[in-house]
């Protein structure tokens, strides 16, 4: 028996997605059973999620603090100040 359901994703998501379901010669409700699947037989979700850690945390939070801190663009641009 199968269930109908719907899902709202991101676009870009999506179209991303949906170009490698196509090498596979997937579709996208083929590539949700897959991920369903393995949820099912692993009881856990099938890739690696975590929270920052707490000193990852403090950093950001130094970063936007601090408005001497340089954000750049490129490593061309971080290379050229470093004199590199």
């Known amino acids: 028996m199968k269930m109908q359901t719907s899902v709202r994703v991101e676009d870009r998501f999506y179209n991303e997605s949906k170009k490698v379901f196509d090498a596979f010669g ?10 369903l699947a393995k949820v099912a037989l692993e009881k856990r979700i099938p890739f690696d999620i975590s929270l920052p850690s707490d000193e990852m945390m403090n950093r950001i939070d130094r970063l936007e603090i601090d408005s001497e801190t340089k954000v750049f663009a490129t490593t061309t641009e971080l290379f050229k100040e470093l004199g590199i």
């Open 26 to 35: 997937m579709s996208f409700g083929d590539a949700v059973n897959l991920f």
